[in-house]
């Protein structure tokens, strides 16, 4: 199970508070809207979050087009599923963590498990990217990925035979996990946090991601992504500098 609890991991807490700023929102709604919904229907606990920057800060490696349509149809729909999915159920006022971790390899909670799953995925993948990314990361990553990898580019290269591998769809990830960092890949909706793994930053790989700009060139775009638009930073942020 995973480690990464809200409470025990104060980076990845912040990023997901700020990603994610939904939890708060549901329980509110959860112990507040019972007369409303009478009224109004079922309560929209989780809310799309904002994108960190505009829909062609990411060009030319991801037109405005894909961004739009990825963020403004995909990530949106797994929100709106989610809280179709999700009311009237015990799940309701649950943090998304707490959902994907309780539906997780659950048979009866497919659906759960893979649309709360893709909305932290999407929230944490674009805070992974940001325009002018990509180079060398901060030194204290830096010293991290060497003493794990042996050098960034090794690291690079391993983050993108992951990503341009990944069968079907899915993710690769940098994380930490057991003290080292490492890269995985994940299919589909799947998740590190389910693995007792620390997410650093991602990469979408489903075709939704790319096809737009690159066609069935995913490794082109992946290559691209990775010397222009990582986001470093905000990987050191998640591995909480000094852990
Ligand atoms: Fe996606």
């Known amino acids: 199970m995973s480690t990464n609890s809200p409470d025990n991991d104060k980076s ?3 990023t997901r508070r700020e990603a994610l700023g939904v939890a708060a929102g549901a329980l509110l709604m959860a112990t507040s809207t019972s007369d409303a919904q009478a009224v109004q229907g079922p309560a929209s606990a989780f809310t799309l979050p904002p994108l960190p920057y505009a829909d062609n800060a990411l060009e030319p490696v991801i037109s405005a087009q894909t961004l739009s349509f990825h963020y403004g149809k995909h990530h949106r729909g797994y929100v709106d599923n989610l809280n179709k999915l999700v009311a009237g159920t015990a799940f309701a006022g649950q943090s998304l963590e707490q959902i994907i971790a309780a539906t997780s390899g659950k048979a009866d909670h497919v659906g759960t498990y893979n649309n709360a799953a893709q909305i ?4 944490f993948y674009w805070r992974s990217l940001k ?3 990509g180079g060398e990361p901060p030194e204290a990553l830096k010293a991290r990925i ?5 050098s960034v580019d090794a690291c690079r290269k391993e983050l993108a035979a992951a990503a341009a ?6 993710w690769a ?3 930490e996990d057991g003290g080292k960092l490492a890269v995985v890949k994940t299919g589909n909706a799947d998740s590190p946090l389910t693995k007792g793994q620390k997410p650093l930053l991602t990469i979408d790989v489903w075709e939704h991601a790319y096809y737009l700009d690159y066609q069935n060139r995913r490794a082109d775009h992946v290559s691209a992504l990775i010397d222009k638009l990582l986001n470093w930073e905000f990987a050191l942020d998640n591995l909480g500098k000094r852990s």
């Open 12 to 14: 990845v807490d912040l």
């Open 146 to 150: 060497v003493a794990s990898f042996g």
């Open 173 to 175: 990830w940098l994380v």
């Open 165 to 170: 591998g990944q069968f079907g769809s899915g």
């Open 131 to 133: 325009p002018a990314g």
């Open 120 to 123: 932290w995925n999407h929230t």
